[in-house]
């Protein structure tokens, strides 16, 4: 039996929609899954006993961040991610190219891989796939990303292009360098918002996902209808035996959306990154608790949640803790989002499962109160 393999239990018969099984060394992940991110091998806020009382299989942490701090070499020393920050379930990693891109200074992409000075202490890098590799390996996680180039909402056609080419080349890089059977290395398909550079870029790169296939450069500041689009026409076109990862994305609705656009597994920093700032997720819609008209309300964020937070405390008291600036506050409230996150899957699993996907979303659009905005 293979350490990573990927089996489908029940797919919706009107949608994309499926539930499945994702095995790993390090236990089983029932999809579609949320991801909890923990970008510098902590998930902001929430100790690890919580991140399982709330329910979470699997969580993240960022490859860039800890290559720059404390260093893969030295969480290679301390007997991996696992061990480093006691963590028993599985854990990905991404590639750091997103970072590399978005947050190094000076950055200069050419073929052979991108040299950049570090948002840290400005000290001159260069990431090459098979150094990405190297360094993924060194940190151990379960599932590691190959090195990409995400193009930014708004580039046009040919530099497009370019970047999603550039993507198919280190990913060749990256899989001939990558020996280590304990890690699934999943590839990324890029190409903007382009339909024909998506399917260029997905058919290019099935050869190379043996264990799974991830959705890069969405959710980066493009209109969720034209997200949307895009992953329409990519669903026809998915190999059915691996599991599809949409990066970076983790509002509620985006969830039930790209579940029924036959997506197995999320992540996003949203969860606690709105929770610092005083905002829940609730099955009735966004509640942002610093506001005055929860001073004197003493009911719990929501009443469909049964975490610490919703059980414990009230919105009066989350309220005060958010706006004297006590950091109890922030943790209480990404507990609950992460929570209500990993409910919210639950249930979307077992409406694939019962066969009642569909009116389960009807249900959600019904109760989930916009109030005009979104996340």
């Not at 995400?150 to 993507?167: I, L, N, W």
């Not at 959705?215 to 076109?237: A, F, N, Q, R, T």
């Not at 009443?303 to 706006?323: F, Q, S």
Request: glycine letters at 10%.
């Amino acid at each position: 039996m293979e350490k990573f393999y990927f089996e489908t239990i029940k797919q919706d018969s009107e949608t994309g929609a499926r539930a499945g099984i994702l095995h790993t060394p390090h236990g089983d992940i029932e999809t579609p899954v949320y991801m909890p991110v923990g970008t510098q091998a902590t998930v902001k806020g929430v100790f690890p006993r919580d991140l399982k009382e709330a329910g979470s299989q699997i969580i993240l942490a960022n490859t860039y961040h800890l290559y720059m701090r404390p260093g893969d070499e030295l969480v290679k020393k301390a007997g991996g991610l696992h061990k480093f920050m006691n963590w028993d379930k599985p854990i990905l990693t991404d590639s750091g190219g997103f970072q590399v891109f978005s947050l190094a200074k000076l950055n200069n992409i050419k073929d052979e891989g991108v040299t950049f000075r570090s948002n840290v202490d400005g000290s001159k890098h260069l990431i090459t796939p098979e150094k990405a590799m190297d360094i993924e390996n060194n940190l151990g996680a379960d599932i590691i990303m190959a090195f990409d180039q995400c193009s930014e909402y708004g580039a046009d056609h040919k530099a497009s292009t370019v970047a999603m080419k550039r993507t198919l080349a280190w990913l060749d890089r990256c899989y001939n360098h990558h020996k280590n059977e304990e890690q699934a290395l999943f590839p990324i398909v890029q190409g903007n918002v382009f339909k024909d550079l998506r399917k260029i870029s997905l058919q290019e790169t099935i050869p190379y996902a043996k264990y799974g296939i991830a959705i890069g450069g969405l959710s980066v500041g493009e209109p969720k209808d034209i997200m949307y689009d895009v992953m329409d026409d990519l669903l026809p076109h998915y190999p059915t035996h691996i599991p599809r990862y949409l990066m970076g994305v983790g509002s509620p609705d985006c969830l039930v959306e790209g579940v029924m656009r036959g997506i197995d597994m999320f992540d996003c920093v949203l969860a606690t990154r709105i929770a610092r700032n005083g905002t829940a997720m609730t099955s009735r819609g966004r509640i942002v608790v610093r506001n005055g008209k929860y001073k004197e309300d003493f009911t719990p964020l929501d009443p469909e949640c049964n975490c610490y937070c919703c059980r414990n405390y009230t919105k009066a008291y989350l309220r005060h803790m958010i706006n004297v600036g006590e950091m109890m506050g922030g943790m209480l409230l990404s507990l609950h989002n992460i929570t209500y996150l990993t409910n919210l899957m639950k249930g979307i699993r077992e409406s694939i499962l019962g066969g009642y996907f569909k009116d389960f979303r009807k249900e959600f659009y019904e109760k989930y109160d916009f109030n005009g905005s979104n996340f």
